[in-house]
């Protein structure tokens, strides 16, 4: 991933044909990973592992898919599933999806199947349609500008900042929180917790891992538990007071429907902090190894919309999504067997050469296809809210501080599934 010029496309060439199965090579592979070297720059990582094939058997049981077209085919058919609760309650107590953290997040929106998933998706509303993301915009916009005004001070009075720790960080906490009408002084605490219980989501946690998750989570439990509660004794014209006005109607049971509540609430924020701010960062750190590109943007701004979704396509926040079978089925030849779980690798995906021309290179002006924000009936809900957060921050960066630069190499979380740009140092040329 560095610094390249605008092309012009090419041919996709041919996918190669794929070697025998080597399970030392795959697990190796996984190992690099998450290293120092794997984190900055996994796409020779994921050359190697489409090379392997378009599904491979993955180490730990199931399968792994690395070509486009197969990953969109899984997200869009509505015989593949996701984990929810009964699926890991079938795996044994003693398995990473039967930890506190798992069983919670398999009873959030992204943990639900059809007919239950219906029920919740409807219940939710549009959260972020035109008219919402109106009112937002001006929220997201305001607090673009403070975040901004804070940077340079810190780099007209340091020389240098941590724009993951002074923007990334604090922009989607300020975008979400005001609009569910959390309190300030409260960000710091859900932006801790929402750090560790990623760790439940993640490809192979550990058991340190998973024990952090499951704090977290019971620590996010016990916090939206209240705010919900408080909301019913005084609500408003909130997300969360109109979500307890629907529950009300659709469920008898006040506790019950408090429940539902709180599980709204608890998914919209760990959806709309790690991968957003994940976004953020990562968006100025390709653009600063980019810089004639980031030149041609400050000319052409009406293309910042483009540029957001090529950072989108290059390095998504998420890189691993897992479905599971939901009968037997093929596919690409392959027989998968009814609970079989794959894992779409979706950061390999997107860089498929038979989907994109010279995938590996960074161009603003592609016309941008990915899987970043998923598909199908679980396509994600907060889209419309993180490119829009996307789009002003750059369009802001690009207005007031256009020669930002990265002054240090990024620091990365030891992640697989879902990328975390710990540190991006930067400077004002």
């Not at 197969?70 to 044994?92: H, I, M, S, Y």
């Not at 608890?266 to 957003?276: G, H, I, N, P, S």
């Not at 990562?282 to 400050?298: D, G, I, K, Y």
Request: net charge negative; proline share 7%; glycine share 6%.
């Amino acid at each position: 991933m560095k610094a390249g010029v605008i092309v012009e496309p090419a041919v996709a060439a041919p996918r190669a044909v794929s070697p025998p199965f080597d399970r030392r090579s795959v697990v190796s592979l996984f190992s690099r990973l998450r290293k120092p070297g794997g984190q900055s720059n996994p796409l020779p990582l994921y050359a190697e592992l489409r090379s392997m094939g378009n599904i491979i058997p993955a180490p730990w049981g199931g399968q792994l898919l690395t070509s486009y077209e197969l990953c969109d085919q899984v997200l869009r058919n509505r015989a593949w599933l996701v984990p929810d609760g009964d699926w890991r309650a079938r795996q044994g107590a003693g398995t990473r999806w039967n930890a506190a953290s798992s069983r919670e997040m398999s009873k959030t929106l992204p943990g639900l199947n059809p007919p239950h998933h219906t029920k919740v998706r409807r219940s939710a509303g549009n959260m972020f349609d035109r008219k919402s993301m109106e009112s937002i915009k001006v929220m997201v916009e305001q607090a673009t500008d403070e975040l901004l005004d804070r940077l340079s001070r810190e780099l007209r009075n340091g020389g240098e900042a941590d724009f993951s720790a002074l923007v990334s960080e604090e922009l989607p906490v300020m975008t979400i929180g005001g609009w569910l009408g959390i309190p300030p002084g409260d960000f710091a605490l859900l932006r801790e917790f929402t750090h560790d219980q990623v760790f439940a989501q993640e490809l192979l946690p550990s058991a340190s891992q998973l024990a952090l998750s499951d704090a977290a989570t019971a620590g996010l439990r016990e916090y939206f538990v209240a705010l919900v509660k408080r909301r019913r004794e005084s609500p408003g014209d909130d997300p969360v007071s109109g979500w307890i006005r629907t529950w009300d109607a659709l469920e008898p049971d006040r506790e019950a429907a408090d429940e539902a509540v709180y599980f709204l609430a608890l998914f919209v924020v760990l959806a709309a902090l790690e991968t957003t701010s994940s976004l953020l960062s990562t968006m100025v750190w390709l653009l600063s190894e980019h810089p004639l590109q980031m030149e041609w943007l400050r000319a052409h701004p009406q293309h910042v919309t483009g540029a957001v979704e090529e950072v989108l396509r290059y390095d998504s926040p998420t890189h691993v999504v897992s479905r599971i079978a939901g009968e037997d089925l093929t596919l690409a030849g392959v027989p998968v067997a009814k609970d079989e779980m794959v894992h779409l690798m979706v950061g390999a995906a997107n860089h498929d050469p038979a989907q994109h021309a010279d995938p590996d290179i960074f161009d603003i002006r592609r016309k941008a296809t990915h899987l970043s924000f998923s598909g199908g009936i679980h396509y994600c809900l907060g889209a419309p809210l993180a490119r829009l957060e996307a789009t002003a921050l750059l369009t802001g960066l690009l207005r007031r501080i256009p020669h930002l630069r990265v002054s240090r190499e990024p620091e990365w979380a030891p992640r697989v599934a879902f990328r975390r740009l710990t540190a991006l140092h930067v400077v004002e040329s």
